[in-house]
């Protein structure tokens, strides 16, 4: 299966005008990235939708697949809330292969806010055939 471009995806694309326009870079085996979640994502007052929460962490475990050579989708994502995500506020986001057997691509991410974990996410990806 050949993905096509990635310039207007929500998150990483450079071309979409409402998107985040991540940037990557490695760090101690890490895929990482920063960002600012703005209001107008919240759920409760000031605090960051669990689904944009969940984005974010499939999107860093994402990059680390990609960033290994692997053209890999997500089977299943599982996402463990440990904290309030506060808007407006710095967030660091980091991602990792911990398994690859075969077609599959076990990662694990995390989205850091004053130092603390706010959220964990686990997430198979799968290789197309």
């Known amino acids: 299966m050949d993905f096509p471009d990635t310039h207007h995806c929500f998150l990483c694309g450079n071309q979409n005008p409402m998107g985040f326009k991540l940037k990557f870079i490695e760090d101690n085996g890490d895929t990482v990235s920063e960002a600012s979640i703005p209001s107008q994502y919240q759920g409760f007052d000031g605090v960051v939708h669990g689904g944009i929460v969940a984005t974010f962490l499939d999107e860093i475990m994402a990059q ?66």
């Open 64 to 129: 680390a697949v990609k960033k290994s050579g692997q053209k890999a989708m997500t089977g299943t994502l599982t996402v463990k809330y440990r904290k309030p995500c506060r808007t407006d506020e710095k967030i660091q986001i980091r991602g990792r292969i911990v398994e690859i057997n075969g077609r599959i691509i076990k990662a694990q991410g995390e989205i850091i806010q004053d130092q603390e974990i706010v959220a964990e996410g686990e997430g198979i990806f799968v290789i197309p055939r």
